[in-house]
């Protein structure tokens, strides 16, 4: 049985290499309003040539303001002590390493001080449970790298099942999206000599069999979208040149990304071929292979396969939906016979799994031999429902997690009945629990506390943003804090692309910042998935600025309470979060006193042209068309820097291997800051790609560096 969610993810979280249906998401169709000429910004824009990736001038200049930069966070007398407090968390020996489930073994990725890039091992179950493992190393990244002389990330493995044996495993130079693939035999521990090789791109490859694959790349000859994803698939067997294989599935140019995958079930039979083509990154039309052609299949532009469980296609919708006269609300799961599903695709017949209650959503799962299961969101609280077809019907039931948790499947083995859930909140480090059947749970791992939490309690409040809708929000501080503004306190959020922000253990953020007295919120503002699709849908293009709205109301309603005072509230984000904090300190510059932005969206007017950001435009809409240029002007946050406003001290954070948002964004922002004689700070690291560092060296001191930061601005 296989369950598995193709729900497209933000752009803060890295496109799945491993799975076609993962990948960044798919593109709206284009407007057919007229546009602005594309080259009308960079002809108006002095700093332009900051877009320039690795030009000698720019790189020049980040190499200047990285000293700049160095010299005022570095040389505090706290940054040692915090770097050693965030290294040690990080290079932790007594972590509980996370475990998959596979033929092959319990298999883990982990990096330490010996192996800073880490290494790829698998261990068994007996063994795991144990104190003390005892590893198989498959893959030695930082072994590899030296002798190839490359910055290599690793980026995941796909294998062939049932038995997965044959694999493709990505690799990533200095962390950028765009990654190499080679075939790697799990029974030699090798990589294969002359084996299947794919160059450096976006996409993805799946096994068909051994001898084949379906393959997803920049294949030249203008086979990439306008947002630099792949829209062909090709089939491609053992032996013959890549460059020739047969292409199988075509999209267009305007999507967003297009490919084609296979359906399989958790025994790896093979249930046909899906195509998909991203009209907008929110939006897919489906196809599936059917009598020797690709049938549309009959979806909201919103909905799509969920997976294949108990003998039946499940599909998901983020919109509501009228099939055979039922109406399906949004978010809901249905099912429908799989072998009626596969003699007439459009015409059989659909039942529904799975509803939301009130303020209720689905987020991932996961699937054993013989049940399903559903992490949910009920007030941004976690549960995990077990469903399974019995008597010719769906039931569902809750597994007996803590409550008040962010809780999930950690691991399902497709083989048995066995899976492991974790649990966790603010202040409560993991747990896992082991169970055979999904019922009778077994705390197995708990992970070691990395700060003193005593005295610290969590609190949720409710904010009130502009339209007056209620903006809940968590609150973690001392017990018997204060209510006189005076406590210094960091702020973050996301609200995009229907991802939520939920409460996970503070790690580092509580050894380097509460544990000095400080306090921390988390924002659950509209635009992310908190509360399911509508809560997404609410605040995108033409309502964009609800997002922003929403986060500045709940820094005035800590004002307001008492629980701070703009002097000690700062605020910090990246990616769509880089981009929500570059708007709150530029509509609201009197209500913070730090930012941090970190490899953030800024200019707005010409993200489209920058990175990968005409992928987003469902999010945010088109700039080059006038009515939807005008949503945006009214809040992008590089033309709201202006000469005549006071700004706190901000502190941008980019990389240059990131080749999703570009660091061009945080660079033309510091650099009009400078222009106009503004205070600010700005680093950019040489490699880290999107997802940050590399290693926990450089991850520990990027963390130490914004820490001293947030202490210098907001409490010193």
């Given at each position: 049985?296989k369950?598995?969610?193709?729900?497209?993810?933000?752009?803060?979280?890295?496109?799945?290499?491993?799975?076609?249906?993962?990948?960044?998401?798919?593109?709206?169709?284009?407007?057919?309003?007229?546009?602005?000429?594309?080259?009308?910004?960079?002809?108006?824009?002095?700093?332009?040539?900051?877009?320039?990736?690795?030009?000698?001038?720019?790189?020049?200049?980040?190499?200047a303001?990285?000293?700049?930069t160095?010299?005022?966070?570095?040389?505090?007398?706290?940054?040692?002590?915090?770097?050693?407090?965030?290294?040690?968390?990080?290079?932790?020996?007594?972590?509980?390493?996370?475990?998959?489930?596979t033929?092959?073994?319990?298999?883990?990725?982990?990096?330490?001080?010996?192996?800073?890039?880490?290494?790829?091992?698998?261990?068994?179950?007996?063994?795991?449970?144990?104190?003390?493992?005892?590893?198989?190393?498959?893959?030695?990244?930082?072994?590899?790298?030296?002798?190839?002389?490359?910055?290599?990330?690793?980026?995941?493995?796909?294998?062939?099942?049932?038995?997965?044996t044959?694999?493709?495993?990505?690799?990533?130079?200095?962390?950028?999206?765009?990654s190499?693939?080679?075939?790697?035999?799990?029974?030699t521990?090798?990589?294969?000599?002359?084996?299947?090789?794919?160059?450096?791109?976006?996409?993805?490859?799946?096994?068909?069999?051994?001898?084949?694959?379906?393959?997803?790349?920049?294949?030249?000859?203008?086979?990439?979208?306008?947002?630099?994803?792949?829209?062909?698939?090709?089939?491609?067997?053992?032996?013959?040149?890549?460059?020739?294989a047969?292409?199988?599935?075509?999209?267009?140019?305007?999507?967003?990304?297009?490919?084609a995958?296979?359906?399989?079930?958790?025994?790896?039979?093979?249930?046909?071929?899906?195509?998909?083509?991203?009209?907008?990154?929110h939006?897919?039309?489906?196809?599936?292979?059917?009598?020797?052609?690709?049938?549309?299949?009959?979806?909201p532009?919103?909905?799509?396969?969920?997976?294949?469980?108990?003998?039946?296609?499940?599909?998901?919708?983020?919109?509501?939906?009228?099939?055979?006269?039922?109406?399906?609300?949004?978010?809901?799961i249905?099912?429908?016979?799989?072998?009626?599903?596969?003699?007439?695709?459009?015409?059989?017949?659909?039942?529904?799994?799975?509803?939301?209650?009130?303020?209720?959503?689905?987020?991932?799962?996961?699937?054993?031999?013989?049940?399903g299961?559903?992490?949910?969101?009920?007030?941004?609280?976690?549960?995990?429902?077990?469903?399974?077809?019995?008597?010719?019907?769906?039931?569902?039931?809750?597994?007996?997690?803590?409550?008040?948790?962010t809780?999930?499947?950690?691991?399902?083995?497709?083989?048995?009945?066995?899976?492991?859930?974790?649990?966790?909140?603010?202040?409560?480090?993991?747990?896992?629990?082991?169970?055979?059947?999904?019922?009778?749970?077994?705390?197995?791992?708990?992970?070691?506390?990395?700060?003193?939490?005593?005295?610290?309690?969590?609190?949720?409040?409710?904010?009130?943003?502009?339209?007056?809708?209620?903006?809940?929000?968590?609150?973690?501080?001392?017990a018997?804090?204060?209510?006189?503004?005076?406590?210094?306190?960091?702020?973050?959020?996301?609200?995009?692309?229907?991802?939520?922000?939920?409460?996970?253990?503070?790690?580092?953020?509580?050894?380097?910042?509460?544990?000095?007295g400080?306090?921390?919120?988390?924002?659950?503002?509209?635009?992310?998935?908190?509360?399911?699709?509508?809560?997404?849908?609410?605040?995108?293009?033409?309502?964009?600025?609800?997002?922003?709205?929403?986060?500045?109301?709940?820094?005035?309603?800590?004002?307001?309470?008492?629980?701070?005072?703009?002097?000690?509230?700062?605020?910090?984000?990246?990616?769509?979060?880089?981009?929500?904090?570059?708007?709150?300190?530029?509509?609201?510059?009197?209500?913070?006193?730090?930012?941090?932005?970190?490899?953030?969206?800024?200019?707005m007017?010409?993200?489209?042209?920058?990175?990968?950001?005409?992928?987003?435009?469902?999010?945010?809409?088109?700039?080059?068309?006038?009515?939807?240029?005008?949503?945006?002007?009214?809040?992008?946050?590089?033309?709201?820097?202006?000469?005549?406003?006071?700004?706190?001290?901000?502190?941008?954070?980019?990389?240059?291997?990131?080749?999703?948002?570009?660091?061009?964004?945080?660079?033309?922002?510091?650099?009009?800051?400078?222009?106009?004689?503004?205070?600010?700070?700005?680093?950019?690291?040489?490699?880290?790609?999107?997802?940050?560092?590399?290693?926990?060296?450089?991850?520990?001191?990027?963390?130490?560096?914004?820490?001293?930061?947030?202490?210098?601005?907001?409490?010193?």
């Amino acid at each position: 049985m296989k369950l598995v969610s193709i729900r497209a993810l933000g752009i803060a979280l890295a496109a799945s290499v491993a799975s076609a249906p993962l990948m960044t998401a798919p593109l709206a169709a284009q407007d057919s309003n007229a546009v602005v000429e594309p080259d009308y910004e960079a002809e108006n824009d002095p700093f332009i040539w900051l877009e320039e990736t690795r030009s000698e001038r720019a790189l020049e200049w980040v190499e200047a303001e990285n000293e700049k930069t160095v010299a005022a966070l570095q040389t505090d007398p706290r940054f040692e002590e915090l770097k050693a407090e965030a290294l040690a968390i990080y290079d932790a020996e007594d972590r509980v390493p996370g475990v998959s489930f596979t033929h092959y073994g319990m298999v883990n990725f982990w990096q330490d001080a010996k192996n800073p890039k880490g290494i790829l091992r698998r261990t068994t179950l007996e063994s795991w449970r144990t104190d003390n493992p005892e590893w198989e190393t498959i893959l030695d990244i930082d072994a590899l790298a030296a002798a190839e002389g490359r910055e290599w990330v690793y980026g995941g493995m796909n294998c062939l099942p049932p038995d997965g044996t044959r694999c493709m495993v990505y690799l990533s130079d200095g962390g950028k999206d765009a990654s190499i693939a080679r075939e790697f035999d799990l029974e030699t521990l090798d990589f294969v000599d002359g084996g299947f090789e794919l160059p450096e791109s976006q996409g993805s490859a799946s096994w068909v069999d051994k001898d084949t694959l379906l393959v997803s790349r920049n294949f030249g000859d203008d086979t990439v979208t306008d947002s630099f994803y792949p829209f062909t698939t090709r089939e491609w067997k053992r032996g013959t040149p890549l460059e020739s294989a047969p292409e199988i599935f075509r999209g267009e140019k305007s999507d967003v990304s297009a490919g084609a995958y296979l359906l399989r079930d958790g025994e790896g039979t093979i249930h046909g071929r899906i195509g998909y083509r991203g009209i907008s990154f929110h939006e897919r039309e489906y196809f599936v292979e059917h009598d020797g052609e690709w049938l549309k299949l009959d979806l909201p532009a919103k909905a799509g396969p969920y997976g294949i469980l108990d003998g039946h296609m499940l599909l998901t919708t983020d919109v509501d939906w009228k099939s055979n006269g039922v109406m399906f609300p949004a978010d809901s799961i249905v099912a429908v016979d799989l072998e009626e599903w596969k003699a007439d695709p459009n015409g059989a017949q659909k039942v529904l799994v799975w509803a939301p209650g009130e303020r209720q959503t689905k987020r991932g799962g996961g699937s054993t031999k013989n049940s399903g299961y559903i992490s949910i969101l009920d007030n941004v609280k976690g549960k995990v429902l077990k469903f399974d077809y019995e008597d010719g019907g769906w039931g569902w039931t809750e597994i007996d997690l803590p409550k008040n948790a962010t809780v999930g499947v950690a691991t399902a083995s497709n083989e048995t009945d066995q899976i492991m859930f974790t649990s966790t909140d603010f202040l409560s480090p993991g747990t896992y629990y082991y169970a055979e059947n999904g019922v009778d749970l077994e705390v197995v791992k708990e992970s070691p506390s990395r700060f003193d939490a005593t005295g610290m309690e969590i609190e949720q409040f409710e904010a009130t943003s502009a339209d007056g809708t209620k903006i809940p929000y968590f609150l973690v501080k001392p017990a018997g804090m204060a209510m006189d503004g005076s406590t210094p306190v960091l702020m973050g959020g996301y609200g995009g692309f229907q991802v939520p922000r939920l409460p996970s253990y503070l790690g580092s953020t509580g050894k380097m910042w509460l544990e000095r007295g400080n306090a921390y919120v988390l924002a659950n503002i509209r635009g992310g998935g908190e509360f399911g699709p509508n809560w997404h849908q609410s605040a995108i293009r033409e309502n964009k600025q609800r997002t922003w709205d929403d986060f500045i109301a709940v820094g005035r309603d800590l004002v307001a309470r008492g629980i701070t005072s703009p002097e000690h509230l700062g605020v910090e984000g990246g990616s769509q979060g880089g981009l929500l904090v570059g708007t709150a300190f530029t509509q609201a510059p009197d209500l913070f006193n730090a930012a941090i932005v970190q490899i953030p969206l800024f200019d707005m007017l010409r993200y489209q042209f920058i990175g990968r950001g005409a992928s987003w435009i469902g999010e945010y809409g088109d700039p080059r068309i006038p009515e939807q240029r005008e949503w945006i002007e009214g809040y992008s946050p590089y033309q709201k820097l202006l000469e005549e406003k006071d700004y706190p001290r901000v502190f941008y954070v980019t990389s240059t291997a990131d080749d999703r948002t570009h660091p061009s964004h945080g660079r033309k922002a510091a650099a009009r800051m400078a222009a106009q004689g503004d205070d600010y700070l700005y680093y950019e690291d040489t490699a880290g790609g999107h997802s940050g560092g590399v290693d926990n060296e450089q991850r520990a001191k990027l963390r130490a560096m914004q820490m001293v930061y947030l202490l210098q601005q907001l409490a010193d």
